[in-house]
DNA sequence: GCCGTTTTCGGCCCGACTGTTTTCAGTCG
């Protein structure tokens, strides 16, 4: 198991215990360690290794030594000292909204509140109204907010939170009084999973639009005259009612990333500009900008356009305001021409009925030329490792199914390649034989099996096999179940840059694999990227959207991807 | 604890909201 994201839970729950003790400064340190340990692409166990975990940005001294020390001792001695003195479990009891770390001490200390359950016992028996600092409202909140903490411990899929969002911004538009809508939120910025789904409306009418909004079908958490919340398929659903003339202050500034606004605030700041959720404010004259929301001469924020031009920059694209460099690249006017869902011109891994699909083969061609795309790859599972329950196609049945897929493309104008996914096994063999896979024109080789392990040497041996056209989900993983295999990403994107081997953002709401901070490293050392669906029916083609927005958040341009290049292209680079 | 076109010390984004208080602390995004 990548140890990345282990790591940085254990440095978030430092943070938390930091912070609970009255610790200034530190706290914001070690959670954005934790971030960006959580983003990096090389495995800590590799850099601690090598000496070299402070590498990764906000990283320092102190904290890439507690790195180490976890990685050899399975232990942060600090961590184990603040855990002796203040026994709560905090991850859990900070789970429940309005509940932070301080609160969390506060609690212990006066009741020796340590689980949820203990919160639970407390607030019921009415010992918390009578804490120094708490009362009956606070009590209560907690009591209300207990159940949900206990539910809610994973973040939702994108896959999941869009749909929704969706159906949300439909019933928003249907309001005469509403003139804008949007997402907002890591939602808006495309991560893989969300916390929860915001959505940001621009209208003067807010009660009109909040009282619109619970009207949706959901349970209505709160609602007030400009904001509301509702609980929707399990998730959450908040919503921020502006005027349109602070639309698009509000939209930058409620999309984020909390890192990317702080440089943009920063930014604003060299400028003797104030950056807020109201607008862009030139302070130059104004002896006192801390005196309200609106201080100084407002020069931008009906459009997100302007507040970005008010500082010197180009639109960012949600997708890339994760603090890694955006906003240099836009000062110097040099971001990436973002690939879109309509650059796509197929798809080149996708299952049929042959192995574990729902749809036949001439199913699949028809749902891809529904989409208008030019070709496709049928690439049935192979038996092998990680195929069970007869899932996969032998290598007889393999050639008997490419003469079917050629029998249907007969039958159509779209392009239609024969293929497999192969398995990829624990020592890097591919699962079917050579002069097989040689009759085939698209070879798509996955992982199925020992994703818990370091991948690089498994990953290298299957780009460099002349016959392997794409590398399937490189790493393995599976959101909020399985993080997949570690990477030397770096070495694996050279080699498939040399040999010829797309590497595939696989679309599949579960998997967004490759992720896009990998993205952007494989397309920095060359490779060539693929996106595709892994459909098992035609209706997942349409996964493809959140394959394109994931490869956007790795800095894709068209070119750096396989698939947006016409069938002659395709045809070519697959050897054909 | 981290960081630097205010560089090796002295700062660290900004504001709303809530509930508890009489001026503020904590939480959230």
């Not at 207990?146 to 949300?168: M, N, T, W, Y």
């Not at 939120?185 to 639009?209: C, F, M, N, Q």
């Not at 201080?295 to 997100?304: H, I, K, L, M, S």
Request: aromatic residues 4%; contains cysteine; hydrophobic residues 40%.
């Amino acid at each position: 198991m990548s140890r990345n994201a282990e790591v940085a839970a254990l440095l978030d729950e430092m943070a938390d215990r930091l912070e609970a003790t009255g610790v200034e400064y530190k706290p914001r340190a070690y959670r954005q360690a934790a971030d960006n340990i959580r983003g990096h692409t090389v495995a800590v166990g590799t850099l601690a290794a090598e000496e070299t975990v402070d590498e990764i940005d906000r990283v320092g001294d102190a904290i890439a030594a507690k790195v180490v020390e976890y990685i050899e001792t399975g232990e942060i001695e600090e961590l184990e000292a603040l855990r002796e003195e203040l026994p709560v479990d905090i991850d859990a009891v900070t789970r429940v909204e309005g509940v932070g770390p301080k609160t969390a001490a506060d609690l212990y200390e006066a009741l020796g509140v340590e689980t949820l359950d203990d919160l639970e016992a407390a607030a019921e028996a009415g010992e918390i109204q009578e804490v120094k600092g708490f009362g009956p409202k606070t009590e209560q909140n907690i009591l209300g907010n207990i159940d949900f903490a206990r539910e809610s411990h994973e973040r939702e899929l994108l896959g999941e939170a869009q749909p929704l969002a969706d159906r949300v911004l439909a019933h928003l538009r249907d309001h005469d009084a509403v003139e804008a809508v949007d997402t907002a939120g890591s939602l808006r910025r495309w991560r893989p999973t969300v916390g929860d789904v915001d959505i940001l409306a621009a209208s003067d009418d807010g009660e009109a639009v909040v009282e619109h909004f619970t009207d949706f079908e959901a349970t209505v958490i709160e609602a007030g005259t400009s904001k509301a919340s509702l609980r929707a398929n399990g998730m959450r659903v908040d919503l921020r009612v502006v005027v349109p003339s602070e639309w698009g202050a509000a939209l930058q500034y409620f999309s984020g990333s909390r890192d990317h606004n702080i440089v943009v605030r920063n930014r604003a700041i060299e400028r003797d500009l104030k950056v807020n959720e109201y607008g862009v404010f030139d302070i130059s004259d104004v002896d006192d900008p801390d005196a309200g929301q609106r201080v100084g001469e407002r020069v931008a924020g009906e459009t997100e356009q302007s507040m970005y031009a008010a500082l010197d920059l180009p639109l960012v694209p949600p997708e890339l305001r994760e603090d890694r460099g955006e906003i240099e690249a836009a000062a110097n006017d040099d971001l990436p021409a973002l690939v879109t869902e309509d650059d796509l011109r197929g798809d080149l891994h996708l299952h049929t009925d042959a192995s574990d699909g729902d749809g036949t083969v001439a199913e699949m061609i028809e749902g891809a030329a529904r989409r208008g795309y030019d070709y496709l790859a049928v690439t049935d599972h192979a038996t092998g490792p990680g195929m069970v329950g007869g899932v996969g196609v032998d290598d007889d049945a393999l050639l008997e199914l490419a003469e079917r897929v050629r029998t249907a493309a007969a039958d159509t104008d779209l392009t239609v390649f024969t293929g497999v996914e192969a398995n990829i096994g624990a020592d890097g063999t591919v699962s079917v034989a050579d002069d097989v896979l040689a009759e085939l024109d698209c070879v798509v080789a996955s992982p199925h099996v020992s994703l818990d392990s370091d991948g690089t040497d498994r990953l290298l041996a299957a780009v460099e096999h002349p016959e392997v056209n794409v590398l399937g989900h490189p790493t393995g993983r599976l959101l909020n179940r399985r993080e997949g295999l570690d990477v030397d990403m770096e070495a694996v994107a050279a080699a498939a840059a040399a040999n010829d081997t797309a590497l595939e953002i696989n679309a599949n709401p579960h998997r967004l694999d490759l992720r896009g901070g990998y993205v952007k490293q494989a397309i920095e050392a060359g490779a060539t990227i693929v996106i595709d669906t892994d459909a098992h029916a035609a209706s997942n083609l349409s996964f493809a959207r959140f394959g394109v927005h994931t490869a956007r958040r790795g800095w894709a341009e068209a070119d750096d991807v396989l698939n947006t290049r016409d069938a002659d292209a395709v045809a070519d680079f697959l050897g054909l």
